[in-house]
C-alpha cells in the first residue's frame, strides 16, 4: 500500500502536516517540467531559483527520513508534463493512493481535479495550510457588491485574525490606515539595508536547465542567485527585514531611486509565494516589532496591509473570477509590447530604471511595477494579455494567482474596475515627486508636446481623452476630467497627435 503525495515547485512549506511523522507507505513527488518552464517566457532567475528551492526541499525532506522521488529536468524518465510523470511516478512505486495539496493557480487545479476524476476516490486533495483566508472568503464577503474594496476586507481580515488590536477590538493607535503618515521620497538616508544572506552558486544547475532546452531572459545571475532557497535563509532574511527595514518601510513604500532597487522593501514575495514562510509568522514579526518599539506604527500597519489585506484580497479576486478573468480587456488595448520590454534599451529613464531592474534582479517593488511600467503600458494602450504574460514572466515572485489580478485588475484595469477604484495613471509629475528618475532624463517632465516632452504627460490626457466614454463619470476622475475640459480644442488636439506620434516611435521612445 503505497501512496504518492505530490509537492508542487510553490509548495515548499516543511511545516505542512504531512511532514509530522515519517511514514514508510508515502513517496513524495517532485518534477521539474517543461510545461512549468514553458507556459510563457520565464525569467532566468525565476527558473533557477524555483528548480533550486525544490532541490534543496527534496534534500531536507531526505534528511528527515522520508522517500522523496525527484524527476530532475535532465532526467531522461522526465515525461515534462504533470499528468505523464504522475503516471510515471505511480507505476514506478506501485501506488495505490494519490494525494496532493490545494494548488493556487487554475491551470493546475483543473489538471489535478481531472486526474484525480480519473483516479477516482483513491486520489485526495488536502489544505495547503498556507493562508489566512479561503479561496472563496472574499466572494462571501463582497457578495452582491460590484466594487471590491480591499478596506473591507482588510478590517474583517484584522479583527478575524486579532492583528493590531486594542484590547477593546478597536484598531491599534485609534485608526485602521496610517497611509496618509506614509509615502515620502528617499532624501538617500537612512542607508538601503544589504542583502540578508550569502549568495549560492548555481552554475551547474543553470547549464542542466539549458542544456535541457529551456529558453528563458534577464541576467541568470547563477553564481550568485540571492533568493532565499529554504526556511531557514528566508528567516534570516525576515529577521533583516524587520531590524533594518520595517522601521523604514512605510515612509519610504512609494519612493523610487536611481540609487537603491529595493530601497526598504522585505524582498519576502518570493519566500511567501513558494511557503517557506507564513503569512501570520510574517504579520506577527512586524507586530510584535512594533509593540516592543522597534518600528513605528504606520510602517508596521502599512506592512501588515500588504500581506494580511492585499495578498489575500487579490487571491480572493483570482478564485471568483478565474476561469476567463486572463481574456478581459475593459478598454478594448491591443498595442502589443516594444522589444525592449526584453532588453531594457529605452530612453524614458524611469522605464529604463524599472525595466533593467526587472531583468537584472528578477523584481521591482511595487510602485515601479504600478507607476512606471503598469502605468506606461496602460496610457499608451498595450494589450492586457501581453502585460500580464510579461509580468508572470519576468518576476521571481509570479504566480498567476497573485500576478493576474495586481496586473490585469490593478494595474491595467482590464476588469472595468473590479479591483480598482479608477485606473492607476499619472503624468510624470507623479514620477518626479517620488523619486530621482527625472533629473538627467533625456525628456522634459514639464513638457506636455514638442520634442523633448516626457512620453508621460501627453499619454496620460489623450488616455483620458480616448476613455471619456467610459471614465469620466468616476467621481474619482471629477478633477482631471475637469482639467480635460478646461483644455483649449487646439490643445487637445497637439496631446492627441503627440499620443499617436509616441505610439508609432513605441520601439525607438
Ligand atoms: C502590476 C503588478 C504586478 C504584481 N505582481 C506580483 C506577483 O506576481 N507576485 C507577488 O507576490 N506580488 C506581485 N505584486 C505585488 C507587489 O508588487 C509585490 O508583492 C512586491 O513588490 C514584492 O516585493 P517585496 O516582497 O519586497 O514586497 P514588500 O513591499 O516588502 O511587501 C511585503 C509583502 O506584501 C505582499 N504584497 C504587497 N503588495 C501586494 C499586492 N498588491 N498583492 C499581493 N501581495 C502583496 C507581498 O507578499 C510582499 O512580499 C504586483 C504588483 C503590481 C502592481
Ligand atoms: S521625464 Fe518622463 S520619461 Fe523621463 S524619467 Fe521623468 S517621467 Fe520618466
Not at 535532465?74 to 505523464?84: E, I, T
Not at 528566508?234 to 529577521?239: I, K, R
Not at 533593467?356 to 504600478?370: K, T, V, W
Not at 504566480?399 to 490585469?408: D, K, Q, S
Request: hydrophobic fraction near 40%; aromatic fraction near 10%; glycine fraction near 8%.
Amino acid at each position: 500500500m503505497t501512496t504518492v503525495r505530490l509537492i508542487l515547485g510553490d509548495q515548499l512549506n516543511p511545516g505542512h502536516p504531512w511532514f509530522a511523522r515519517v511514514d514508510g507507505g508515502v513517496v513524495y513527488a517532485m518534477m521539474e517540467m517543461r510545461q512549468e518552464t514553458d507556459y510563457v517566457l520565464h525569467h532566468a532567475q525565476k527558473i533557477l531559483a524555483i528548480f533550486a528551492a525544490m532541490r534543496d526541499f527534496a534534500c531536507h525532506l531526505r534528511g528527515a527520513g522520508h522517500q522523496v522521488d525527484y524527476l530532475a529536468i535532465g532526467d531522461p524518465a522526465n515525461r515534462q508534463s504533470l499528468m505523464a510523470n504522475l503516471d510515471l511516478l505511480r507505476d514506478r512505486h506501485g501506488a495505490t493512493a494519490f494525494e496532493y495539496q490545494a494548488p493556487d493557480e487554475w491551470r493546475l487545479d483543473r489538471q489535478l481535479a481531472e486526474y484525480s476524476q480519473r483516479l477516482g476516490p483513491s486520489a485526495r486533495m488536502v489544505d495547503s495550510d498556507h493562508f489566512l483566508s479561503a479561496r472563496d472568503t472574499a466572494a462571501s464577503l463582497f457578495q452582491g457588491r460590484r466594487r471590491w474594496l480591499m478596506e473591507h476586507f482588510y478590517r474583517h481580515m484584522r479583527r478575524a485574525h486579532g492583528v493590531l488590536l486594542e484590547p477593546d477590538g478597536g484598531p491599534a493607535g485609534g485608526q485602521w490606515n496610517y497611509d496618509h503618515d506614509n509615502r515620502k521620497p528617499w532624501p538617500g538616508l537612512p542607508a538601503e539595508p544589504g542583502d540578508a544572506r550569502p549568495r549560492h552558486d548555481h552554475t551547474g544547475l543553470w547549464r542542466q536547465i539549458t542544456d535541457a532546452g529551456v529558453a528563458s531572459f534577464g541576467e541568470p545571475m547563477a553564481d550568485s542567485l540571492r533568493w532565499p532557497l529554504n526556511r531557514a535563509e528566508a528567516l534570516a532574511q525576515l529577521d533583516a527585514f524587520l531590524s533594518h527595514g520595517l522601521p523604514h518601510f512605510g515612509d519610504y513604500q512609494d519612493a523610487m531611486s536611481t540609487r537603491g532597487w529595493r530601497l526598504f522593501h522585505s524582498l519576502l514575495s518570493f519566500a511567501l509565494n513558494t511557503k517557506m514562510l507564513s503569512p501570520l509568522e510574517v504579520v506577527t514579526g512586524a507586530e510584535q516589532a512594533w509593540r516592543r518599539g522597534a518600528a513605528p506604527l504606520p510602517a508596521v500597519e502599512g506592512f501588515i496591509r500588504q500581506i494580511l489585506g492585499w495578498r489575500e484580497y487579490v487571491r480572493g479576486v483570482y478564485w471568483a473570477h478565474m476561469p476567463g478573468y486572463d481574456q478581459r480587456n475593459a478598454l478594448g488595448h491591443t498595442v502589443p509590447l516594444p522589444r525592449w520590454f526584453w532588453t531594457g534599451q529605452v530612453g524614458m529613464r524611469c522605464l529604463a530604471q524599472a525595466v533593467g531592474q526587472s531583468l537584472r534582479h528578477a523584481y521591482a517593488h511595487h510602485i515601479q511595477r504600478l507607476m512606471v511600467i503598469g502605468n506606461f503600458a496602460l496610457l499608451v494602450g498595450l494589450d492586457p494579455a501581453a502585460v500580464h504574460r510579461w509580468y508572470l514572466g519576468v518576476y521571481v515572485d509570479a504566480f498567476e494567482w497573485v500576478e493576474l489580478p495586481n496586473t490585469l485588475g490593478m494595474s491595467q484595469f482590464a476588469d472595468g474596475g473590479v479591483m480598482a477604484t479608477k485606473p492607476y495613471v499619472s503624468g510624470a509629475a507623479y514620477i518626479d515627486r517620488m523619486g530621482d528618475y527625472c533629473r538627467g532624463c533625456r525628456y522634459d517632465r514639464k513638457a506636455r508636446t514638442g520634442p523633448r516632452a516626457c512620453p508621460f504627460n501627453a499619454l496620460y490626457w489623450d488616455f483620458l481623452d480616448r476613455h471619456a466614454p467610459l471614465l469620466s463619470a468616476n467621481p474619482r476622475l471629477a478633477l482631471p476630467y475637469r482639467q480635460l475640459a478646461r483644455m483649449e480644442p487646439a490643445d487637445r488636439g497637439a496631446v492627441r497627435d503627440q499620443a499617436a506620434d509616441i505610439r508609432r516611435r513605441l520601439e525607438t521612445l
